[in-house]
């Protein structure tokens, strides 16, 4: 086993049980998404980013999703902003009234209307201000502050390095990049070798993001960047056992198996209780059209399903469907497939 998977990862005085992170994503990483990855072995959660402004004035959707579950810890609070005073007002209320372990700052989000707020990705293109802002966050709070960014704004504005060192240098305690530009949203290849540059330049604990979608990814981003930590965002979605496999990769070299249609179902269901207890039943089906729709990913025939799930509007009928699927394949001996 190499030194990298051997080393501590640590955030401040947080230690984590491992280096597999849960990245945050918008609309998706409430608590009961969070708890239910934390349950399948994740070393860090991070939830979905928060507004500043909002946070400030206390918008009672935004103070919702202030909310973290005992279980969840260590877990991070993310929040975005353009403007120092509401940023920094924003991160003092994080620091001294959620159970958070760490505060992050968003400069990653590369969507317009975050950008327009001169917050997320928008930042990429000035180490200076990064540095100006980061640095009043970090002194007004007693939580470790940490940064998500992407490797620069377009292929002729790739500030990684200048900007990671920015973050570093107004005292963060961790930084996290995808190997993303903005300019590239979702789309193309990550760029490991600029994850490999940033690490050689900075000191402190340093996660890697970008197209970690199995276990045998996260082993490669770690030998090829050096980074502390892994990670996995959208290959998580309806896949929490990716945390466990991958732990347990990085760890022995051991790939588990898939788990059964049963237990994917059995998973589902959970985290829908726990989306209801936290949402309520109409908003929580809902929401978990799209998660249950990610948990049947793979299955043959699973459009006409995603169809009958889409129309559900009560517990009862969502729970209809995912049973019924179940019980079906089960009775006709099929299995899990890539289609």
Known sequence: MSNI??????????????RVVLAPMA?????????????????????????????????QKTMDMLYIDER???????????????????????????????????????????????????????????????SVVVDA?????????????????????????????????????????????????ANWDVLAEVKKHISVPFIGNGDVETPQDAKRMLDHTGVDAVMIGRAALGNPWMMYQTVRYLETGELLPEPSLREKMDVCLLH???????????????EMRSHASWYLKGLRGNG????????????????????GVVVEYEANGKLLEEV
């Open 5 to 18: 998977e051997q080393k501590p990862f640590q955030i401040g005085d947080i230690v984590m049980d491992n």
């Open 27 to 59: 609309g998706v990483c409430n608590s009961a998404f969070r708890l239910t990855v934390k349950e399948f072995g994740a070393g860090l959660v991070y939830a979905e980013m928060i507004s500043d402004k909002a946070l400030n004035i206390r918008n």
């Open 72 to 134: 969840e810890n260590p877990m991070t609070l993310q929040i975005f902003g353009g403007d120092k005073e509401n940023l920094v007002e924003a991160a003092k209320f994080v620091d001294k009234h959620t159970t958070a372990d760490i505060i992050d700052i968003n400069m990653g989000c590369p969507v317009n209307k975050i950008i327009k707020c001169e917050a997320g990705a928008k930042w990429l293109l000035d180490p200076n201000k990064i540095y100006e802002m980061v």
């Open 141 to 189: 709070v007693d939580k470790p502050v940490s940064v998500k960014m992407r490797i620069g704004w377009d292929d002729e504005h790739v500030f990684a390095v200048e900007n990671a060192l920015a973050a570093e240098r107004a005292g963060v305690s961790a930084i996290a990049m995808h190997g993303r530009t903005r300019a590239q949203m979702y789309e193309g290849k």
């Open 272 to 286: 829908f209780e726990r989306l209801k207890a936290l949402k309520g039943e109409k908003v929580a089906v809902r």
């Open 304 to 323: 006409k399903i995603r169809n009958a799930i889409n129309t559900a509007e009560t517990e009862v009928e969502l729970r209809s469907v995912i049973n």
